[in-house]
């Protein structure tokens, strides 16, 4: 977890993601109830670079990640195994029928390009395997001559 303090934009609501997949910079969205919660951990923990420190103030472990994942996975009952990639798909994390952040996105109106550069794809094919757009949100397309 190397996302540092100044990577959080509180007053735009934006993240800024530091050498993510591909190896590139973006930015994506933080959502006004996850700002409030951090607002309460900082708080509560005072961290010094890295929003979330492990020991001696150092980014935490990818080893250290996964376990916190998986132990709380085991509290809340979900018995499917569960890594932290599994929180880059999910909306609110991992459940049964978890919905999928991009379809959700894609769904509620979103353009296509934009949830491209949110998840940091450089082709939209991969990002149209991430989206599972169903046949309920197709038939809300409207055509542009039902506007006339």
């Given at each position: 977890?190397?996302?540092?303090?100044?990577?959080i934009?509180?007053?735009?609501?934006?993240?800024?993601?530091?050498?993510?997949?591909?190896?590139?910079?973006?930015?994506?969205?933080?959502?006004?109830?996850?700002?409030?919660?951090?607002?309460?951990?900082?708080k509560?923990?005072?961290?010094?670079?890295?929003?979330?420190?492990?020991?001696?103030?150092?980014?935490?472990?990818?080893?250290?990640?996964?376990?916190?994942?998986?132990?709380?996975?085991?509290?809340?009952?979900?018995?499917?195994?569960?890594?932290?990639?599994?929180?880059?798909?999910?909306?609110?994390?991992?459940?049964?029928?978890?919905?999928?952040?991009?379809?959700?996105?894609?769904?509620?109106?979103?353009d296509?390009r934009?949830?491209?550069?949110?998840?940091?794809h450089?082709?939209?094919?991969?990002?149209?395997?991430?989206?599972?757009?169903?046949d309920?949100?197709?038939?809300?397309?409207?055509?542009?001559?039902?506007?006339?």
């Open positions: 977890m190397a996302l540092q303090i100044v990577d934009n509180s007053e735009h609501l934006l993240i800024h993601v530091r050498n993510a997949i591909g190896r590139k910079d973006r930015n994506v969205m933080l959502p006004k109830n996850l700002l409030e919660t951090l607002r309460e951990y900082f509560q923990y005072r961290p010094k670079t890295y929003l979330f420190e492990g020991q001696r103030k150092a980014q935490f472990s990818a080893i250290s990640v996964q376990n916190i994942v998986k132990q709380v996975a085991q509290k809340a009952g979900v018995t499917r195994p569960v890594t932290p990639h599994i929180l880059r798909h999910s909306r609110f994390g991992y459940a049964p029928r978890a919905i999928r952040f991009a379809t959700h996105l894609v769904e509620g109106g979103t296509i934009y949830v491209q550069e949110l998840l940091g450089s082709s939209i094919r991969t990002t149209e395997i991430y989206t599972h757009i169903t309920v949100a197709k038939t809300k397309i409207k055509s542009p001559l039902d506007t006339l």
